[in-house]
């Protein structure tokens, strides 16, 4: 799988296809107010080129949880075979107004009350357990624990190392995507990768925890 937003140019959603990369997931929104341009008009393309087609969210603190769960899926439209996905990190660009762990969690409860289905969670090991990030020492203000209804998610682990962490919340249950590197293009490959992902600039790579049957179930599910 990829994942990209309106920063990333595509040619041609064939030849990411061919690319032997089965889904895309597409930033929908941000916040309560910002829509990605890009994301309507790119799922055609992408569906018509037999791609699994998700969007995510990008959390942020400037409103309620359940506030930006109605605006991401009013602009995403999901499908019954639509992933859906909450990006929970740090707000660079506005460090204040990075999303709490209340308004994720709430969040995820009108996805749910919505659709039937829980989102996934993209989130860091470290931000996730609650820790300082070692550069800019931000950190989620709370560890994220098994009995949040975060932690009934599905992980999307974002881990740029041999093997992924995987949070306190998620230990007994593990990853089910793993981001495991970003911005890849022709001239910074992905480690261990011989080939790139053709048809666009560039993109982040994930892996599913399983086989082509098992990420047909979990994209519809989420689980």
């Known amino acids: 799988m990829i994942d990209i937003s309106r920063f990333v140019t595509v040619s041609d959603f064939r030849l990411v296809r061919q690319s032997n990369i089965l889904g895309v997931i ?7 107010d910002y829509v990605d341009p890009t994301c309507a008009p790119r799922r055609p393309q992408a569906e018509a080129a037999g791609l699994l087609w998700g969007t995510y969210h990008f959390g942020t603190g400037q409103m309620s949880g359940a506030q930006q769960a109605a605006f991401y899926l009013s602009v995403s439209r999901p499908g019954p075979k639509t992933l859906l996905a909450l990006d929970l990190e740090a707000n660079e660009n506005r460090t ?3 999303m709490r762990l209340d308004q994720a969690e709430a969040f995820v409860r009108a996805v749910a009350e919505a659709t039937g289905r829980l989102p996934i969670v993209y989130v860091h090991p470290t931000w996730a357990n ?20 975060l932690a009934r998610c599905g992980l999307w682990v974002a881990d740029y190392h041999d093997s992924p962490e995987i949070p306190f919340a998620w230990e007994a249950k593990g990853w089910r995507l793993w981001q495991y590197a970003g911005d890849e293009s022709a001239g910074r490959p992905a480690y261990g990768q011989t080939s790139i992902v053709k048809g666009v600039t560039h993109c ?5 925890n399983g086989d082509a049957a098992g990420l047909q179930q979990f994209w519809g599910s989420g689980a």
């Open 26 to 32: 597409h930033k929908a929104t941000e916040g309560g």
């Open 96 to 98: 204040r107004n990075s």
């Open 130 to 149: 609650g820790d300082p990030l070692p550069n800019s020492g931000l950190s989620l203000g709370a560890r994220i624990t098994p009995d949040s209804i």
């Open 204 to 208: 982040d790579r994930n892996l599913f």
